[in-house]
């Protein structure tokens, strides 16, 4: 609509503008907080993209370590992608030590098979022992260090995209040693070989095994649905320490089901390991599986249950409620045992909880979970995923 | 009844004076005579700004910076011809809406005559700096540079696509973007830049680590998109708010832009929900002697389906990164309260990602960030823009789409289905009774 004959048309807002413009223009400087940002936006870059393949490594380590961090070296790109280099070191402010090297073959045969050479040295003063068994006590608290030195040959394929299949090959020596934990005595002071079996000796195993593992879930590390199913099997031979050979195997069971949308979903996980040690050719107990801690039994200290056998289900019903930001519900329930023909669902122990997730790059990079149990509540702050 | 007959009497006594008082409030609808089109003043020295991401975030999340319409303020938009248009700028240039182009035309969108050169090798200069996917900036034998930009190795041709077919569409609407290309090419076509005092360029150890994530075609060769350097001195992004001090034809508040305004309509219909500063760029190019800041968009990776390094998460258009109201109602429902949005069909495509009309609904639509010049929107602004979007008809619309290169023809079918049902929403909630589609 025109102004009308005669009217006084009304100021143009924009030629006034440009008639009151400073003369001297200033350049648009960030303000400060922008600047500092910037700033840890960039070195946070550095940290996590590394300097000529080093960079510093965070976690990884047993639960119970406190956070740990070192240096990590690692070259991905040797022969266009053909060969992997990497060693890293960390320590964790309890003073668990964790160094590790790797050389492997990815990418052979067309991406159809693999080699991997590990070798790995942990000195970890502080474990927890609570003695043998479903029916140990809480008040038993003892800790333990154990020195493990071990190396590792994998060979395997890739039939079909989602299937790997190989064998292992190693070599592992054991070290058991008084804790340093100042408010629990040492194990050796409370436990007997006989109450903590192969506490008297050190161990010397040569370890061939075998692994199959189906995974066809859709997304790695967060998957919203699909199953991961693993079978590992693992013959330890005594070398020279006296103690009992035995075999074992672990079966891992993963499954992710959305409902209405992949916003929600429930993940499974029924998992166990079974081994031919019997009561009087026990594991040692520095080798046994363990029940308890942020990803077994969430509402029991990490440690807290060893045997020959073990057993345990999770169930979590997950929904993500904003842009990275996840919630989980969970139930765990699980056992120890010490002979294999006790594999049942009889005396399952069971925690609960809730957690919260944060997810970066369609991965959980962070979890805090609460999990509660007739023994009391733990609060697990992770930098992955439950599984 | 004699009480019904006072309140329905005090009502329409309230509802009156409301009307008045919005009367007194709201001047109606600006128009000024038409200015004499201003000359451009060359710009004297401008340094390249830079917007940090999380501040942004942050001051457009829990601030309100511009001038903003509502609570009894309206700011019609500004700079605009008599006829409501928005002119010709070095923010904008009509284009599809009032200067119908042919289908070739609107395929080639800003150019295809420059495309990186296969007579010899493509020197990497440096390292992407910007955005979350690997990416190089590469120097072909004539000297044009490029950024070069992959797709995620679990969704081949997502990101390209998007990014392609993306700057094809924004070009057309009228904006200025850059000249994209898709492009294959062996591992042996990159070179490190060996030059001594480019001490930054990326070495040939450091070209393989990026491209050993990457996933190459059955023929051995990576597929990448190529984004030709735009011309000029380049100088930052600009802020969707205020005006850039250091530029002296910068004049109108960017909120007031008819042109950014009506991009909200824009962005919705091609679901370019990382339409933020950072994918924006100013640069200072010379004209006729006069050196002027001129105003881009760039960086179409997360349009369509695509979220660049995957494909687009669920929420992506509909909620805000940081979105306080939703976020509380879907933490205390324990996910049981599912939205429309998680519950559409979805194309199988990895090509495709997240990319769906059904549960579009034009004015819901929201970016990752909120966008002070899309919430200054008014009915004028998104009328001007949603005859734009219908200006496209459903032949040109899958010749545009066709840009992307998908190798799946289903792919090509999901995209110009859904923008083809996108545009048909945009119409009917903008341009009630108007002649929709051809």
Same mark, same amino acid.
């Given at each position: ?30 303000? $400060? ?57 960390? +320590? ?58 071990? $190396? ?40 007997? &070989? ?15 095994? @075998? ?11 967060? &998957?919203?649905? @699909? ?9 330890? +031979? ?108 009889? @005396? ?5 909880? $809730? ?15 609460? @999990? ?16 | ?140 034998? *004539? ?43 062996? *591992? ?49 992004? %600009? ?128 970016? %990752? ?70």
């Amino acid at each position: 609509m025109p102004p009308c004959v005669g009217e006084e048309p009304r100021p143009n807002p924009v030629l006034a503008a440009q008639q009151s413009r400073p003369p001297e223009l200033e350049v648009d400087e960030a303000p $400060a907080l922008e600047r500092a940002l910037k700033a840890s936006e960039e070195f946070l870059k550095v940290l996590s993209q590394g300097y000529n393949g080093f960079r510093p490594k965070i976690g990884g380590m047993v639960p119970t370590s406190g956070l740990a961090i070192g240096p990590e070296f690692v070259r991905r790109d040797i022969a266009q992608g053909q060969v992997l280099l990497r060693t890293s070191a960390r +320590v964790s402010y309890r003073r668990y030590s964790l160094f590790d090297a790797e050389f492997a073959l990815p990418r052979l045969g067309g991406d159809r098979m693999f080699v991997n050479l590990l070798g790995t040295y942990r000195n970890l003063p502080q474990l927890l022992y609570f003695g043998q068994g479903p029916h140990s006590s809480q008040r038993d608290r003892t800790d333990y260090r154990l020195e493990d030195t071990s $190396a590792e040959l994998t060979a395997g394929a890739r039939p079909l995209k989602r299937i790997r299949l190989g064998g292992t090959a190693s070599y592992l020596r054991v070290n058991v040693g008084p804790g340093t934990l100042a408010q629990v005595p040492s194990t050796e002071r409370a436990f007997t &070989p006989a109450t903590a079996p192969g506490l008297d000796r050190q161990g010397y195993f040569s370890i061939v095994g @075998g692994f199959l593992e189906v995974d066809y879930t859709d997304l790695p590390g967060s &998957p919203r649905s @699909g199953g991961i199913y693993s079978a590992r099997f693992r013959n330890y +031979v005594d070398q020279r320490s006296g103690l009992p050979s035995f075999r074992r195997l672990d079966v891992d069971l993963r499954q992710y089901v959305s409902f209405f949308s992949s916003q929600r979903l429930i993940a499974l996980r029924a998992y166990s390991t079974l081994t031919d040690a019997s009561a009087r050719r026990p594991v040692p107990f520095y080798l046994q599986p363990t029940l308890g801690g942020p990803d077994t039994l969430r509402g029991f200290r990490p440690f807290r249950f060893y045997d020959n056998n073990l057993v345990f289900f999770n169930a979590e019903y997950r929904w993500k409620f904003a842009s990275s930001f996840e919630m989980a519900v969970f139930g765990d329930a699980g056992k120890v045992f010490d002979r294999r023909s006790r594999l049942n669902l009889h @005396g399952l122990k069971a925690s609960y909880g $809730a957690g919260l997730r944060i997810n970066a790059v369609q991965n959980v990079f962070m979890r805090v979970d609460l @999990g509660c149990s007739h023994e009391g509540c733990q609060v697990w702050l992770r930098l992955n995923n439950s599984y | 009844m004699a009480q019904i007959k006072q309140q329905l009497l005090r009502a329409i006594a309230l509802a009156a004076a409301l009307s008045l008082h919005a009367l007194a409030q709201d001047p109606g609808p600006a128009v000024y005579p038409e200015p004499k089109a201003t000359p451009l003043i060359s710009v004297g020295e401008i340094k390249p700004q830079k917007i940090d991401e999380v501040q942004d975030l942050l001051a457009n999340t829990w601030g309100n910076p511009g001038q903003r319409n509502g609570k009894g303020k309206t700011y019609p938009a500004q700079g605009l011809r008599s006829d409501g248009e928005v002119p010709d700028s070095p923010w904008y240039e009509n284009r599809q809406a009032s200067r119908r182009r042919s289908i070739p035309e609107l395929v080639r969108g800003p150019g295809t005559s420059n495309a990186p050169s296969l007579e010899g090798p493509w020197v990497v200069v440096s390292a992407k700096a910007e955005g979350v996917m690997p990416g190089f900036v590469i120097r072909d034998v *004539r000297g044009r540079r490029y950024v070069l930009k992959f797709d995620p190795p679990a969704y081949p041709e997502l990101a390209s696509g998007a990014d392609m077919v993306g700057s094809k569409f924004f070009h057309a609407l009228g904006y200025y973007v850059p000249e994209d290309y898709i492009v294959y090419f062996e *591992r042996r076509r990159l070179k490190a830049d060996t030059a001594p005092q480019n001490h930054a360029a990326p070495r040939e150890k450091d070209i393989d680590a990026a491209l050993a994530f990457l996933k190459r075609g059955s023929n051995g060769r990576y597929r990448a998109l190529a984004s030709f350097f735009l011309e000029g001195k380049l100088v930052g992004p %600009f802020r969707f708010n205020g005006t850039r001090p250091d530029d002296p034809n910068d004049t109108i508040p960017h909120e007031h832009r008819r042109e950014l305004r009506g991009l909200f309509v824009f962005c919705a219909w091609l679901n370019h929900s990382d339409s933020k500063s950072g994918n924006t760029l100013d640069t200072v190019v010379t004209k006729d002697g006069i050196s002027f800041v001129k105003h881009y968009l760039i960086d179409f990776g997360g349009a369509l389906g695509s979220g660049s390094i995957g494909k687009k998460s669920a929420r992506d258009g509909y909620e805000y990164l940081i979105d306080p109201a939703p976020s509380l109602t879907q933490l205390v429902a324990l996910g049981f309260y599912v939205p429309k949005w998680a519950r559409v069909r979805q194309s199988k495509s990895p090509a495709v990602g997240r990319f769906e009309a059904e549960a579009f609904e034009p004015e819901k639509w929201k970016p %990752f960030v909120p966008n002070p010049a899309f919430l200054n929107r008014l009915p004028d602004d998104t009328r001007w823009a949603a005859r734009q979007v219908a200006a496209f008809t459903d032949d040109e619309i899958r010749a545009m789409v066709e840009a992307g290169q998908y190798t799946d023809p289903q792919a090509v079918d999901w995209i110009t289905k859904t923008l083809i049902a996108r545009r048909n929403k945009i119409v009917s909630a903008y341009l009630k009774g108007a002649a929709s589609t051809r």
